[in-house]
């Protein structure tokens, strides 16, 4: 009897996720042109991340970028509903591994972590992150 | 025993009669599911935003191309569209238009489809455009992988990718980016017909689609102006509310009030009507005909006989086909006649210029609207609210008509009169003769915020500084 209500329940997490399921879709939440286009002049790159575990309010995600050395200051933009956040960084100084290391750091008193699922280095091109 | 025996007699026999049984135009095994993966670009198209000989741009539709392979491009672009007379939108497109255009073909057909996001090329002025986004498409037409072929691509990015249309009717396509809402609200949606393998089972002289749906806007917050008009851009609120400004068929407030769709006496008209939403149903009616058949989401096998009203959700799609019995402008309608009263509303006529009697009859004129934003709202306040009871130049109904309400009453007794009409009643010479004059039905306090009754009193001013008998509302029923 107890199946019923917990398959409707299933059934109805995974309508709430179907919009907005894509990596794509993730990328597009976040999406910020003049964010892209100021970062790429300058030679800077810019990756979108998935928000893994626990949730995290969007404060604590600004916080945690909040004075990362590499990351360009005020870059961040954060999806709470698709649990996506970006940001652009300067690979000059950081790579992409490290920052993504130092910030699961920052977060992993939240008991949460980020997965990179793409990044911008050039114009039109979300490449996959290989890790 | 006996059931075994039956069974033993009428197998052989039900398969001996397969052959001549039609062909399951569904057979599954006979679809075409060739998967190809969609292709992801930095190649940017900058030639035409639309191209495809399938492709049609307005109402009136092409005859089906006979390519069995239809190469279709449909580009994104950002762009400032008219969606009433002086209600200049911040829209997104696909191929530059609202709605997109329609693509043709037949069940078997295989569509090439190409997508650039435009929306980060130059406008004429680029601050009145929104900002460059990621962009998908979702067509309704196809069986294929969501992930795959309606992923979102960044400005300056192109995706390719096909699919076999299997199945006959009329499919909306639209944006699927988050937030699905906004994306569609703004002006990301049209149609593909699919017709069956063998065409339609009848002869149509005239054939046009009708692609309803919702505008939600409110005056840019920047106060930008477009041509010396206010812009309009999305309003979040009203969106996530459901409650249209405009709800319009082919993308324009009263648009084929303007231009009839033309019919003659006699004709049989074929007409793909699409309900793209986002958020609102409508019940499609023509004023003077019936419906001599419906085929539900535009597929003949679901058909229904001597219609009154066809019935669509968002997305939801019909083929209607009608004769014109006479000379005479028929009038396209959503009856629910709230949306109707936002600009729902068409013509189909048998003269180029329908003569304005016959609007006048049904009470939905195309008439002057104001520009002022205030005025625009007090205007689509009224005619949601307060139609019931007031006329706009028709004479008294329960109550006053509206017409010269400026000139009776000066600015702060209306004020008062919209604010507390129960107070006036009590204590006011005026509201009390008022009252009696109108069979003591009392106006009803609607509890309107002050900024509300200011812009019903701007709707009020601008009605009283128009030509005597040159405005009516939008809305009207016959």
């Known amino acids: ?79 709470p509903d698709l649990l996506t956040l970006s940001f652009s960084f300067d690979p000059a100084r950081a790579s992409l591994l490290q920052l993504n290391t130092q910030l699961d750091r920052r977060l992993s008193a939240r008991k949460a972590s980020l997965t990179p699922l793409r990044i911008m280095e050039q114009p039109a091109d979300l490449k996959t992150v290989k890790r | ?59 009136e539709l092409k005859k089906l191309d006979p390519s069995p392979v239809k190469t279709v491009r449909l580009d994104t672009t950002h762009k400032v569209i008219e969606i009433a007379p002086g209600v200049k939108f911040s829209a997104w497109t696909f191929g530059d238009q609202v709605p997109g255009p329609t693509v043709r073909a037949r069940v078997g057909d295989r569509i090439r489809f190409v997508m650039t996001n435009r929306s980060d090329e130059p406008a004429p002025v680029p601050q009145l455009v929104a900002a460059p986004m990621m962009h998908s498409m979702d067509f309704h037409a196809a069986m294929v992988s969501p992930q795959d072929k309606y992923r979102s691509i960044a400005p300056g990015q192109t995706i390719e990718f096909e699919f076999t249309a299997n199945y006959p009717g009329i499919f909306m396509y639209h944006c699927g980016t988050p937030m699905i809402l906004e994306h569609i609200a703004s002006g990301m949606y049209g149609a593909v017909i699919v017709e069956p393998r063998g065409g339609y089972p009848t002869k149509a002289d005239r054939e046009y689609i009708v692609v309803q749906s919702e505008f939600y806007v409110k005056p840019s917050p920047g106060k930008q102006k477009v041509d010396g008009a206010p812009l309009y851009v999305l309003d979040g609120d009203r969106l996530r509310a459901a409650q249209p400004t405009h709800t319009v068929f082919n993308g324009v407030h009263n648009g084929m009030v303007k231009q009839p769709l033309a019919a003659k006496p006699g004709e049989r008209v074929r007409m793909f009507v699409l309900n793209v939403g986002p958020s609102k149903t409508s019940s499609f009616h023509i004023v003077g005909t019936i419906f001599d058949r419906v085929w539900i989401e535009g597929n003949p096998d679901n058909q229904f006989r001597g219609m009154q009203t066809v019935l669509l959700g968002s997305s939801n799609a019909a083929i209607v086909e009608y004769l014109i019995p006479e000379e005479g402008s028929y009038i396209m309608v959503d009856h629910h006649f709230a949306n109707a009263s936002q600009g729902a509303i068409g013509l189909v006529s048998t003269e180029a210029k329908p003569p304005a009697k016959d609007l006048e009859h049904h009470n939905m004129q195309a008439s002057a609207t104001p520009t002022d934003p205030d005025a625009v709202a007090g205007k689509l306040a009224f005619e949601s609210k307060c139609l019931a009871c007031h006329s706009v130049g028709g004479g008294r109904k329960l109550g006053p ?70 405005v009516k509302p939008q809305a009207g029923g016959h």
Not at chain 1, 13 to 31: N, W
Not at chain 1, 50 to 68: I, K, N
Not at chain 2, 37 to 54: C, D, H, P, S
Not at chain 2, 416 to 438: F, I, V
């Open chain 2, 401 to 470: 008509d509206i017409a010269g309400a400026t000139k009776r009453h000066d600015a702060a007794w209306l004020t008062r009169w919209l604010k507390e009409p129960e107070k006036m009643l009590q204590s006011d010479a005026t509201a009390k003769a008022m009252l009696k004059e109108y069979n003591n039905v009392p106006m009803p306090n609607q509890s309107l915020s002050d900024a509300e009754i200011r812009q019903y009193l701007k709707y009020f001013q601008w009605i009283d500084s128009q030509p005597a008998g040159s």
């Open chain 2, 1 to 59: 025993m006996r059931t075994i025996l039956l069974a033993a007699v009428a197998v052989p026999l039900l398969v001996a009669c397969k052959p001549g049984l039609p062909p399951d135009a569904y057979d599954v095994s006979k679809m075409d599911f060739k998967p190809k993966a969609a292709k992801v670009t930095a190649e940017r198209n900058n030639g035409a935003f639309a191209e495809g000989a399938a492709l049609s741009t307005g109402a």
């Open chain 1, 1 to 79: 009897m107890k199946t019923a209500p917990i398959a409707a329940l299933f059934f109805l997490a995974g309508e709430a996720v179907a919009c907005g399921y894509c990596v794509e879709d993730k990328i597009a939440s976040t999406y910020d042109h003049a964010i892209v286009t100021r970062a790429l002049a300058r030679g800077h790159h810019v990756a979108f991340f998935h928000v893994d575990g626990a949730p995290v309010a969007r404060r604590a995600l600004e916080e945690a970028t909040a004075g990362v050395p590499g990351i360009d200051k005020g870059s961040a933009r954060i999806s």
